[in-house]
């Protein structure tokens, strides 16, 4: 919870300079309230189980299954922005839910089985909150008063839990959750803007390089190596990411033509 405030207490900072330097108004348009309380709700039960999951399982895993968000968004937009999946897009849940149950291994014999659940979650949390964003750019929410929103909600729903069971942090602790949540929030920021100002479609398959990054630095710095099915769950997931967001640019690229 401490690592879950830290991460979103620094986002608060940024985008209320952002705004008092804009001089704009930091009112939320009335139409809008609802689709905000569900994006903050969704994306900050995602957060925390992000953050479980992080700290009992393997660095690399516990990001490969927080970046099922995107084929969680697919699902969730059926309904919620009436976008009727393509053929391509189907099988590429499909085929994602397949390398998630390679990296989750529900049998008696993963003990990490709860964890890597609850980082299922972590990604479906994920993935409904960016789905809210896209309708909030759609009614035409600015940027930096979503990400504010988000992070003073959960900000606040990790104080009580904080003033229950505080762990004092020794300054080197202190720093590396200070520049946690400056490096969020650079990353709040581009993602909020990029799923607000252009389709799922086109974006989500760059945010796969976060997983890559992990991977690398989880075995640099933390001597984690992922096992032989977890690679194989990594290969299935980015690569269907990309055979869906190839398919998808070639599809528009026809209609362009067309027209």
């Known amino acids: ?8 207490a620094v986002a608060i900072i940024v ?11 930091i009112r939320i348009k009335l139409d809008c309230v609802g689709d905000i309380f569900f994006r903050c709700l ?13 700290d009992k399982l393997n660095i690399a895993d ?19 922005l009436k976008e009727k999946p393509k053929s391509i897009d189907i099988f590429a849940v499909i085929a994602a839910f397949l390398g998630a149950m390679l990296i989750v291994r529900p049998s008696g014999r993963n003990v990490q089985l709860v964890p890597a ?18 309708r ?17 909600f959960s900000t606040a729903v990790t104080i009580p839990f ?13 720093i590396c959750l200070v520049m946690a949540g400056l490096s969020a929030t650079v990353g709040q920021f581009g993602i909020t803007s990029a799923y607000k100002y252009a389709p799922a479609k086109e974006i989500s398959v760059f945010d796969y390089t976060q997983v890559v ?5 989880g075995m640099l710095f933390l001597g984690e190596l992922p096992t032989a099915m977890s690679f194989i769950g990594y290969v299935i997931i980015i690569g269907v990411a990309v055979l869906r967001w190839r398919c998808n640019l070639k599809s528009e690229d026809c209609l362009k033509l067309q027209r």
Do not use: D, H, W
């Open 136 to 152: 909030l750019g759609k009614k035409g929410e600015r940027t930096p008063i979503i990400v504010l929103c988000f992070s003073i």
């Open 117 to 134: 659940l609850i980082g299922l979650y972590g990604g479906f949390g994920a993935g409904t909150a960016y789905v809210f964003v896209r």
């Open 15 to 25: 985008s209320l300079t952002l705004l008092i330097r804009s001089r704009e108004r």
């Open 213 to 217: 990054f992990a991977a690398i630095l």
């Open 1 to 8: 919870m401490e690592k879950a405030f830290f991460r979103n």
């Open 42 to 54: 969704f994306g900050t039960s995602g957060l925390i189980a992000n953050f479980y999951a992080i």
């Open 62 to 80: 516990a990001n490969m299954l927080n970046k099922l968000s995107p084929f969680f968004a697919i699902l969730i937009s059926i309904p919620l």
């Open 162 to 174: 904080i003033a229950v069971n505080y762990v004092p942090l020794n300054p080197t602790q202190l």
